[in-house]
């Protein structure tokens, strides 16, 4: 702990701490070293008369100046105290780093400096006494003595301290005791605590006489207390004096349980949290502050200015304590602008809403969500009945608190085309009718209807045409509904009225001279120019020779369309004239012509062909051919085109034949053959080939200038000849002097040999080969162990090639032998052996062989040694070779380790553990000892450590293990129950915690706890056996077990409508939730279907069902049968008035073109007739062909117009509208009319011409 020294000087302290690396331009900070009590208390030193000791066991000197009279001992002790250094705090006097104590006398005459002492440790545990003597003569003064310490640690400081030793002369009379002055030095709090520290220092002063009681203690109070006695006493000549102050100490604040709570997740409920507080010491200022509870319930302004709410407890010392509950509230739900939305049109295609804006001031919106949006509507809406159900979307937009507000938006869609009865269909037949017409069809459409009544039954009539077979006359009627929906029905037929064409044509054309040499085919072409054609005549081939020959063809298509044409003008002749050829020319051997050949054409027709025959024109050859020669032709034409030909083969030759001689072998560059020459000739010819190639001959006389001569003749009779001269032979080798040298002794010096050499017949090739030396110098080889001499050879060659060698062989060695020396052990990476040494030496000699080699020396243990070994080889050639510096060690280093703190008693410790290690060698010295080991990582540790010299001897520690736990234990939870929406849960919650401690393992544990309801976040604790604590706080957790209620009251079972439109049912419910969650905002109650339709019969009724959902997801059903009418509407029979009949089996009749009244009583409404209805009445139609017998007529015409329009009749109460029948078929007609889709009116009559 690090103190700051009060008052003048810390009493007989010394500081002793290592200093840490500290920019020179500041001081590094300084450890003290004081006192046992002293170096606790920082006390402040005062005047006494005599110094004693104070505490026996500490020897601890309390004041700065001390009375002693001459002769008097003092025995002052001093210990070392380390200071925090940059918060590194270690002891300069520790693992056997000493140091020495030197007190020293500002005035040795009066106190002479006593001896040094040594220091060897820091701490109360590791005092140290220098006793001190006032000399016997010294007179009254003051003397300063300084404590120096010096030594331990290289690189540390220590800084000394001082007091003052007042010598007095005692008077001969003392009548007075000491005087003795307390001070209290401390924080003062309230009620007489003090809140710090506190110190007491004596003044214990007497002015006359020596005090001879031991020095009063000073006291530093460090620990809480509800109070000490603190006593001085002390007694001199003058008598004895006592005095005593109570202290009371409490600088603990109060403890308050968990910690401060700050939850950064919004929420929508308020946050509470139970807190118990207590003071062991002073207790608490006020008694209700032991429990209480935070709750913070208002709305946050934002996420950087949540709810805050604390509470101070204040002990009675005055120490305060707080706590603080800190939560996002957001209990406001998100403003969408507008209200829901419901578009009465019809629609074929998605439809979008309004824009909706969003609003959203506290928690902030979920993230993600836009701040406008529109709804849009994409499923087709459904019928119930025959009323339509709207398609309904909706959208919740919800803030981070889980706070919701939803819109819906409805629309009517209908994507769906109207139904045609049947299908498109087609006449595939062709025909040449005027017109075709398809069966009759029918169009409905469920859901909006058709926009067109008329065109529930139709038929499609096709006339024009038709292009083709795949472009056929096509007719179509489309049919929409009221949301634009369409569907179209096709009716095609194949109509052709044109006749087909017919062309024809021959192949072959005919030439020029009208006459074809072969078949001739006649084809048609027939086209339909609509539909295909049914028959073409094929084509005809006119095979018969002969003129003026025809063929006629026709032409049907599809529709019965007849056409003819005919080819005429067809003349044949097949049969081609004669034809020979007459050759005129010199004829050779062989079938060869040896001169130009000239070749005659000549050709006949038959009588019955078509005459005039051209032949081809005279032809003359004159170039000369090849063996295979030349095929010439001719050929006459006649008139049809028609050729006949004849051919001859030629061959021609008129040149001579080429012969080439050659010899083999060639002749050297002298001009010179060493062997046999044979002579040969080749002979070619280009045309009518070789007859004879005569001459080959093979030279074998030696000599010079000789020659040969061959002839060649072709196959025609022509010769050439050729001759090979310059042939000159000598097949004599050079003659050498002397013969070849084998010397078989080894040497190392070279061998040389002289020789003369000499050639009669071609000469020598070079001049110097008649005199030459030779001389073997090079090292001779091994090969497979045996030696392979040095050999040296020179060729002797004449001018022809022939050779003579003559060779030199010697065994000849020039390399040192190779010797080198090793030991039978090898030594470390030091250079260091283990054990005595034997020196052996391998000699080698690859070419002559050893002829000695030095024998194995042995050493023993010692540094810088040598041995020295020589090989000599059989050519006479040495080497040496020594081996220096060897050095042997054999004894082991030592090794011991210290720890920087005591095992704690639970065997873990919770800060991190250093092993400092201390390594010996006597012989080879220290090469590795480990560094100190830091342990920091949780789990237990194994310490092992090993020193090794530089011979190699190692040397270990026995391996032991630190365990170490820093970190707090895991702990966790997991909720248990039935989730349901918005963070709720519809069932109870069991909390289930789970601790888990990786090093030291789980101590404490909270227990498993069952919520039945609602609960506040909470803060629990786990710890491991190291004494580390975890804590995890349990958010608050919302349950809500009941499902909310529908309040359907205000629904009735029957209503009669005010209107024709549809009535929206969730204004007549409302709905109630018990549970706590609350309802699930403005869309909580859905139903199905949303609005109630009118009803035509009394037996039908809108089915309600409707499900309620509170924020939990708690759910409810609703149901109801409700009937909605409207008076006077169709309800099942017919309700047109006279003159029509209402039953169905008794139709009024009328005749085809007559007008007929439709009309019916005012709806009833709620608030009465329906009178405004006129424009805005719907009819549709229906048609049933009838064969009608009945020949009385009800209605034959009125004297009212035909009008489109319905009127409404106030005086009757009726709606009329005058029906014309004008062109209708007979057959049953039935009426609807209807308002905004409710069917108001029906009714049937018969129609006949």
Same mark, same amino acid.
């Given at each position: 702990?690090?103190?700051?020294?009060?008052?003048?000087?810390?009493?007989?302290? +010394?500081?002793?701490?290592?200093?840490?690396?500290?920019?020179?331009?500041?001081?590094?900070?300084?450890? *003290?070293?004081?006192?046992?009590?002293?170096?606790?208390?920082?006390?402040?030193?005062?005047?006494?008369?005599?110094?004693?000791?104070?505490?026996?066991?500490?020897?601890?000197?309390?004041?700065?100046?001390?009375?002693?009279?001459?002769?008097?001992?003092?025995?002052?002790?001093?210990?070392?105290?380390?200071?925090?250094?940059?918060?590194?705090?270690?002891?300069?006097?520790?693992?056997?780093?000493?140091?020495?104590?030197?007190?020293?006398?500002?005035?040795?005459?009066?106190?002479?400096?006593?001896?040094?002492?040594?220091?060897?440790?820091?701490?109360?545990?590791?005092?140290?006494?220098?006793?001190?003597?006032?000399?016997?003569?010294?007179?009254?003064?003051?003397?300063?003595?300084?404590?120096?310490?010096?030594?331990?640690?290289?690189?540390?400081?220590?800084?000394?301290?001082? #007091?003052?030793?007042?010598?007095?002369?005692?008077?001969?009379?003392?009548?007075?005791?000491?005087?003795?002055?307390?001070?209290?030095?401390?924080?003062?709090?309230?009620?007489?605590?003090?809140?710090?520290?506190?110190?007491?220092?004596?003044?214990?002063?007497?002015?006359?006489?020596?005090?001879?009681?031991?020095?009063?203690?000073?006291?530093?109070?460090?620990?809480?207390?509800?109070?000490?006695?603190?006593?001085?006493?002390?007694?001199?000549?003058?008598?004895?004096?006592?005095?005593?102050?109570?202290?009371?100490?409490?600088?603990?604040?109060?403890?308050?349980?968990?910690?401060?709570?700050?939850?950064?997740?919004?929420?929508?409920?308020?946050?509470?949290?139970?807190?118990?507080?207590?003071?062991?010491?002073?207790?608490?200022?006020?008694?209700?502050?032991?429990?209480?509870?935070?709750?913070?319930?208002?709305?946050?302004?934002?996420?950087?200015?949540?709810?805050?709410?604390?509470?101070?407890?204040?002990?009675?010392?005055?120490?305060?304590?707080?706590?603080?509950?800190?939560?996002?509230?957001?209990?406001?739900?998100?403003?969408?602008?507008?209200?829901?939305?419901?578009?009465?049109?019809?629609? *074929?295609?998605?439809?979008?809403?309004?824009?909706?804006?969003?609003?959203?001031?506290?928690?902030?919106?979920?993230?993600?969500?836009?701040?406008?949006?529109?709804?849009?509507?994409?499923?087709?809406?459904?019928?119930?009945?025959?009323?339509?159900?709207?398609?309904?979307?909706?959208?919740?937009?919800?803030?981070?608190?889980?706070?919701?507000?939803?819109?819906?938006?409805?629309?009517?869609?209908?994507?769906?085309?109207?139904?045609?009865?049947?299908?498109?269909?087609?006449?595939?037949?062709?025909?040449?009718?005027?017109?075709?017409?398809?069966?009759?069809?029918?169009?409905?459409?469920?859901?909006?209807?058709?926009?067109?009544?008329? /065109?529930?039954?139709?038929?499609?009539?096709?006339?024009?045409?038709?292009?083709?077979?795949?472009?056929?006359? +096509?007719?179509?009627?489309?049919?929409?509904?009221?949301?634009?929906?369409?569907?179209?029905?096709?009716?095609?037929? +194949?109509?052709?009225?044109?006749?087909?064409?017919?062309?024809?044509?021959?192949?072959?054309?005919?030439?020029?001279?009208?006459?074809?040499?072969?078949?001739?085919?006649?084809?048609?072409?027939?086209?339909?120019?609509?539909?295909?054609?049914?028959?073409?005549?094929?084509?005809?081939?006119?095979?018969?020779?002969?003129?003026?020959?025809?063929?006629?063809?026709?032409?049907?298509?599809?529709?019965?369309?007849?056409?003819?044409?005919?080819?005429?003008?067809?003349?044949?002749? *097949?049969?081609?004239?004669?034809?020979?050829?007459?050759? $005129?020319?010199?004829?050779?051997?062989?079938?060869?012509?040896?001169?130009?050949?000239?070749?005659?054409?000549?050709?006949?027709?038959?009588?019955?062909?078509?005459?005039?025959?051209?032949?081809?024109?005279?032809?003359?050859?004159?170039?000369?051919?090849?063996?295979?020669?030349?095929?010439?032709?001719?050929?006459?034409?006649?008139?049809?085109?028609?050729?006949?030909?004849?051919?001859?083969?030629?061959?021609?030759?008129?040149?001579?034949?080429?012969?080439?001689?050659?010899?083999?072998?060639?002749?050297?560059?002298?001009?010179?053959?060493?062997?046999?020459?044979?002579?040969?000739?080749?002979?070619?010819?280009?045309?009518?080939?070789?007859?004879?190639?005569?001459?080959?001959?093979?030279?074998?006389?030696?000599?010079?200038?000789?020659?040969?001569?061959?002839?060649?003749?072709?196959?025609?009779?022509?010769?050439?000849?050729?001759?090979?001269?310059?042939?000159?032979?000598?097949?004599?080798?050079?003659?050498?002097?002397?013969?070849?040298?084998?010397?078989?002794?080894?040497?190392?010096?070279?061998?040389?040999?002289?020789?003369?050499?000499?050639?009669?017949?071609?000469?020598?090739?070079?001049?110097?080969?008649?005199?030459?030396?030779?001389?073997?110098?090079?090292?001779?080889?091994?090969?497979?162990?045996?030696?392979?001499?040095?050999?040296?050879?020179?060729?002797?060659?004449?001018?022809?090639?022939?050779?003579?060698?003559?060779?030199?062989?010697?065994?000849?060695?020039?390399?040192?032998?190779?010797?080198?020396?090793?030991?039978?052990?090898?030594?470390?990476?030091?250079?260091?052996?283990?054990?005595?040494?034997?020196?052996? #030496?391998?000699?080698?000699?690859?070419?002559?062989?050893?002829?000695?080699?030095?024998?194995?020396? *042995?050493?023993?243990?010692?540094?810088?040694?040598?041995?020295?070994?020589?090989?000599?080889?059989?050519?006479?050639?040495?080497?040496?070779?020594?081996?220096?510096?060897?050095?042997?060690?054999?004894?082991?280093?030592?090794?011991?380790?210290?720890?920087?703190?005591?095992?704690?008693?639970?065997?873990?410790?919770?800060?991190?553990?250093?092993?400092?290690?201390?390594?010996?060698?006597?012989?080879?010295?220290?090469?590795?000892?480990?560094?100190?080991?830091?342990?920091?990582?949780?789990?237990?540790?194994?310490?092992?450590?090993?020193?090794?010299?530089?011979?190699?001897?190692?040397?270990?520690?026995?391996? #032991?293990?630190?365990?170490?736990?820093?970190?707090?234990?895991?702990?966790?939870?997991? /909720?248990?129950?039935?989730?349901?929406?918005?963070?709720?849960?519809?069932?109870?919650?069991?909390?289930?915690?789970?601790?888990?401690?990786?090093?030291?393992?789980?101590?404490?544990?909270?227990?498993?706890?069952?919520?039945?309801?609602?609960?506040?976040?909470? /803060?629990?604790?786990?710890?491991?056996?190291?004494?580390?604590?975890?804590?995890?706080?349990?958010?608050?957790?919302?349950?809500?077990?009941?499902?909310?209620?529908?309040?359907?009251?205000? /629904?009735?079972?029957?209503?009669?409508?005010?209107?024709?439109?549809?009535?929206?049912?969730?204004?007549?419910?409302?709905?109630?939730?018990?549970?706590?969650?609350?309802?699930?905002?403005?869309?909580?109650?859905?139903?199905?279907?949303?609005?109630?339709?009118?009803?035509?019969?009394?037996?039908?009724?809108?089915?309600?069902?409707?499900?309620?959902?509170?924020?939990?997801?708690?759910?409810?059903?609703?149901?109801?049968?409700?009937?909605?009418?409207?008076?006077?509407?169709?309800?099942?029979?017919?309700?047109?008035?006279?003159?029509?009949?209402?039953?169905?089996?008794?139709?009024?009749?009328?005749?085809?073109?007559?007008?007929?009244?439709?009309?019916?009583?005012?709806?009833?409404? $709620?608030?009465?007739?329906?009178?405004?209805?006129?424009?805005?009445?719907?009819?549709?139609?229906?048609?049933?062909?009838?064969?009608?017998?009945?020949?009385?007529?009800?209605?034959?015409?009125?004297?009212?117009?035909?009008?489109?329009?319905?009127?409404?009749?106030? $005086?009757?109460?009726?709606?009329?509208?005058?029906?014309?029948?004008?062109?209708?078929?007979?057959?049953?007609?039935?009426?609807?009319?209807?308002?905004?889709?409710?069917?108001?009116?029906?009714?049937?009559?018969?129609?006949?011409?």
């Amino acid at each position: 702990m690090k103190r700051t020294l009060g008052g003048l000087f810390l009493a007989l302290t +010394l500081a002793a701490c290592s200093q840490s690396d500290t920019p020179s331009s500041a001081p590094a900070p300084e450890a *003290k070293a004081s006192t046992p009590e002293a170096a606790a208390s920082s006390p402040v030193l005062r005047r006494l008369d005599t110094v004693t000791l104070v505490n026996v066991t500490n020897h601890v000197v309390s004041g700065g100046r001390i009375s002693r009279t001459p002769g008097q001992t003092g025995n002052p002790s001093f210990y070392m105290a380390e200071t925090s250094n940059d918060n590194q705090n270690n002891c300069n006097f520790n693992n056997g780093q000493k140091g020495t104590l030197t007190l020293t006398s500002s005035d040795v005459s009066k106190i002479p400096n006593p001896p040094t002492v040594e220091i060897t440790g820091c701490g109360t545990a590791n005092p140290v006494t220098i006793p001190y003597t006032v000399a016997s003569g010294a007179t009254a003064g003051e003397v300063t003595l300084t404590a120096t310490a010096t030594g331990g640690h290289a690189g540390s400081t220590n800084t000394p301290t001082s #007091f003052i030793v007042e010598i007095i002369i005692p008077s001969g009379t003392d009548t007075s005791p000491p005087v003795i002055v307390p001070t209290v030095t401390g924080t003062q709090g309230l009620n007489d605590w003090y809140t710090s520290d506190v110190q007491v220092v004596w003044s214990v002063t007497d002015g006359q006489s020596a005090i001879t009681t031991r020095e009063c203690p000073t006291p530093l109070i460090e620990t809480d207390t509800n109070g000490t006695t603190v006593t001085c006493s002390a007694t001199s000549a003058g008598g004895t004096s006592t005095r005593s102050v109570f202290i009371k100490r409490d600088a603990t604040a109060p403890v308050i349980s968990d910690a401060n709570i700050v939850n950064t997740t919004w929420r929508k409920t308020n946050l509470s949290a139970a807190f118990t507080a207590s003071d062991p010491t002073s207790g608490l200022a006020t008694s209700t502050d032991d429990s209480f509870t935070l709750v913070a319930s208002s709305e946050s302004a934002s996420a950087t200015q949540p709810t805050v709410v604390s509470k101070t407890v204040r002990d009675a010392a005055g120490n305060v304590a707080t706590r603080t509950v800190s939560a996002l509230i957001d209990k406001t739900a998100p403003s969408v602008s507008g209200s829901d939305v419901t578009d009465p049109a019809w629609h *074929k295609a998605d439809v979008v809403s309004p824009t909706f804006t969003i609003t959203e001031t506290g928690s902030g919106l979920v993230d993600g969500t836009p701040s406008s949006f529109t709804l849009t509507a994409k499923d087709e809406s459904t019928l119930s009945g025959t009323t339509v159900v709207p398609t309904t979307v909706s959208r919740t937009i919800t803030d981070k608190a889980g706070n919701a507000t939803i819109r819906t938006f409805s629309a009517k869609i209908d994507r769906t085309s109207p139904v045609i009865s049947g299908s498109d269909t087609s006449v595939t037949t062709w025909t040449n009718s005027a017109s075709v017409s398809s069966d009759p069809f029918t169009a409905s459409d469920p859901l909006s209807g058709l926009a067109d009544a008329r /065109l529930a039954s139709f038929t499609l009539t096709a006339t024009a045409e038709s292009e083709s077979a795949t472009a056929p006359t +096509l007719v179509s009627q489309t049919v929409t509904d009221a949301a634009g929906n369409s569907a179209v029905r096709t009716f095609s037929a +194949l109509i052709d009225r044109t006749a087909p064409t017919i062309t024809g044509s021959r192949s072959p054309l005919a030439p020029p001279s009208g006459w074809n040499n072969a078949n001739v085919t006649v084809s048609f072409s027939c086209d339909g120019t609509r539909s295909d054609v049914a028959s073409c005549t094929t084509s005809q081939t006119v095979s018969t020779e002969g003129a003026n020959q025809s063929v006629t063809g026709t032409v049907t298509d599809q529709a019965g369309n007849r056409a003819t044409t005919t080819v005429t003008g067809i003349s044949i002749d *097949k049969t081609a004239p004669m034809v020979a050829l007459a050759l $005129a020319g010199t004829a050779g051997l062989n079938d060869w012509y040896r001169s130009a050949v000239e070749v005659t054409t000549t050709g006949t027709d038959t009588a019955s062909g078509s005459g005039g025959v051209n032949c081809s024109a005279k032809q003359t050859l004159s170039d000369e051919t090849g063996s295979a020669g030349v095929t010439v032709s001719g050929s006459c034409t006649d008139a049809a085109g028609n050729t006949g030909s004849d051919s001859e083969t030629v061959k021609i030759d008129r040149t001579a034949p080429t012969i080439t001689g050659s010899r083999t072998p060639a002749a050297n560059a002298q001009g010179w053959n060493n062997d046999n020459v044979a002579v040969s000739f080749t002979c070619t010819d280009a045309r009518s080939g070789m007859g004879s190639c005569l001459g080959n001959k093979t030279v074998t006389t030696e000599g010079a200038d000789q020659s040969v001569t061959g002839t060649a003749t072709d196959n025609a009779g022509n010769s050439a000849t050729a001759t090979v001269g310059s042939i000159s032979i000598d097949k004599t080798a050079p003659e050498i002097s002397g013969a070849d040298v084998n010397d078989t002794i080894w040497r190392k010096t070279p061998l040389s040999v002289s020789f003369t050499a000499n050639d009669d017949t071609s000469g020598l090739e070079t001049s110097t080969d008649a005199s030459f030396s030779l001389t073997a110098t090079a090292d001779s080889t091994r090969v497979n162990g045996n030696p392979v001499p040095t050999t040296v050879s020179r060729t002797v060659k004449d001018k022809a090639g022939n050779t003579a060698v003559r060779t030199v062989n010697a065994l000849i060695d020039t390399a040192k032998p190779t010797i080198s020396g090793s030991t039978d052990s090898r030594a470390n990476d030091k250079g260091w052996y283990t054990a005595d040494v034997t020196v052996s #030496f391998q000699c080698a000699d690859a070419l002559s062989g050893l002829k000695s080699c030095s024998a194995s020396q *042995k050493l023993t243990e010692g540094a810088d040694q040598s041995a020295t070994g020589t090989a000599t080889d059989n050519a006479g050639n040495n080497e040496t070779a020594t081996l220096n510096g060897l050095k042997i060690d054999t004894s082991k280093p030592t090794i011991d380790y210290t720890l920087s703190s005591p095992v704690p008693a639970s065997g873990w410790y919770t800060s991190d553990v250093t092993v400092t290690f201390t390594c010996a060698d006597s012989v080879s010295g220290v090469a590795s000892c480990p560094k100190a080991i830091t342990v920091s990582a949780d789990g237990p540790t194994e310490i092992t450590g090993s020193v090794t010299d530089q011979a190699g001897h190692s040397a270990s520690i026995t391996p #032991f293990t630190i365990q170490l736990d820093k970190t707090a234990p895991a702990i966790s939870y997991v /909720l248990r129950g039935t989730t349901g929406k918005n963070g709720w849960y519809t069932s109870d919650v069991i909390i289930d915690y789970t601790c888990t401690d990786a090093a030291s393992g789980v101590n404490t544990c909270p227990a498993d706890t069952t919520l039945t309801s609602s609960a506040a976040s909470q /803060l629990h604790t786990a710890t491991d056996k190291a004494g580390n604590s975890g804590k995890v706080t349990v958010e608050a957790i919302n349950i809500d077990k009941i499902a909310p209620v529908i309040d359907g009251s205000k /629904l009735p079972t029957s209503i009669h409508a005010s209107s024709f439109t549809a009535i929206p049912l969730l204004p007549l419910l409302s709905a109630t939730d018990s549970g706590g969650s609350g309802l699930a905002g403005s869309g909580a109650i859905t139903c199905n279907p949303t609005n109630l339709a009118i009803n035509n019969l009394s037996t039908e009724t809108n089915s309600v069902s409707c499900t309620v959902e509170d924020l939990a997801g708690n759910t409810s059903k609703f149901e109801q049968k409700v009937r909605v009418y409207i008076g006077n509407i169709w309800s099942g029979t017919h309700n047109f008035l006279s003159p029509l009949k209402s039953d169905p089996s008794d139709l009024s009749l009328a005749k085809s073109g007559s007008t007929v009244p439709l009309k019916f009583t005012a709806p009833q409404l $709620a608030t009465g007739p329906a009178v405004g209805l006129a424009k805005e009445l719907t009819i549709s139609r229906g048609f049933k062909a009838l064969s009608i017998t009945d020949k009385s007529y009800e209605i034959t015409d009125v004297t009212l117009a035909s009008t489109a329009d319905w009127r409404y009749d106030a $005086a009757s109460n009726h709606y009329i509208h005058n029906l014309s029948t004008k062109g209708f078929a007979a057959g049953e007609y039935t009426y609807e009319v209807r308002y905004n889709g409710v069917l108001i009116a029906r009714g049937a009559f018969n129609v006949k011409p």
